[in-house]
């Protein structure tokens, strides 16, 4: 695991966003994992100037998103497909058809998971996952105690994941309670995962998952079983990591990040 710390919150998310552009120009069909919340709504803004100025193409990538409330429909302003058109598919010349959620209205909830997961394998897997993490230490919505090993699913959501989300319905209570998820595992199947974290609220949450044991009470300490992660943080979030000047050193003199310094 590789630790990038970055003066601010701006500082982070370009990087974050010029990492996932690049991986792109490599390889014009990738394959990305996307996440939504506060954290996202910048990478996306930035992958959307990038579209647009710098010619970024998109037209032969495709998405899955981590996940979706159950219950609410794609046009419902309050789902993770909503939030992804308004901040992303809108802006880039991705195909909706190559774009992929849950589907929040699924009845057979069993059924969508495993559909979800033989949509992602049909698509190769997934090249590059994008993370945030949440108060509770959730990836996706993969809450305390989720197996390392889960796939997707549905998932109950906790009361710090609810105070932390309900802010944006109105009224907060009609905030679903469930959500479906690609699990712990599926995420781990990723080859390459960047987290992104940001604000000092998350520095007690991020230091006890890059740094303290893995444990299904903080499904994010999984990404330390990964071969291929990079966690971008900024000052304020990295306050509490015991190893600040190791990954500022590693990040000064690891010729892999020449480029990005
Ligand atoms: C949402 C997701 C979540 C968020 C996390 C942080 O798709 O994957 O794990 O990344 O809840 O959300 P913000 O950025 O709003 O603090």
Redesign the pocket.
């Known amino acids: 695991m590789e630790v990038i710390i970055q003066p601010d919150a701006a500082a982070a998310v370009k990087l974050t966003a010029r990492i996932m552009g690049d991986a792109l120009r490599k390889n014009p069909e990738m394959v990305f994992g996307?996440?939504?919340?506060?954290?996202?709504e910048a990478v996306y803004a930035e992958l959307a100037r990038m579209c647009r100025e710098e010619g970024l193409d998109f037209s032969n990538a495709k998405s899955f998103?981590?996940?979706e409330y159950i219950g609410l429909a794609p046009e419902d302003k309050n789902s993770?497909r909503y939030y992804m058109e308004q901040h992303l598919f809108n802006h880039i010349n991705i195909k909706k058809a190559n774009t992929h959620l849950p589907n929040g209205m699924a009845t057979d909830i069993p059924g969508e998971g495993a559909r979800y997961e033989a949509a992602i394998a049909a698509a190769g897997g997934i090249d590059l996952q994008l993370?945030?993490?949440?108060?509770d230490g959730?990836?996706?919505?993969n809450e305390p105690l989720s197996s390392l090993g889960s796939r997707t699913r549905d998932k109950s959501l906790t009361p710090v994941?609810y105070k932390?989300?309900c802010i944006y319905f109105d009224p907060p209570e009609s905030m679903p309670r469930r959500a479906f998820?690609m699990g712990v595992g599926t995420i781990l199947d990723a080859r390459r995962i960047v987290m992104l974290v940001t604000?000092e609220h998350?520095a007690d949450i991020i230091a006890k998952a890059v740094e303290g044991p893995v444990t299904s009470m903080i499904s994010a300490s999984a990404i330390q079983f990964h071969r291929n992660v990079v966690v971008i943080v900024d000052e304020a979030a990295a306050s509490k990591l015991e190893g600040k000047d190791y990954y500022r050193w590693s990040f000064e003199n690891e010729p892999c990040w020449n480029e990005y310094r």
Do not use: R
Request: proline fraction near 0%.
């Open positions: 996307l996440a939504t919340g506060a954290t996202m998103n981590l996940d993770y993370l945030g993490i949440g108060q959730h990836i996706g919505f994941t932390q989300n998820t604000g998350k």
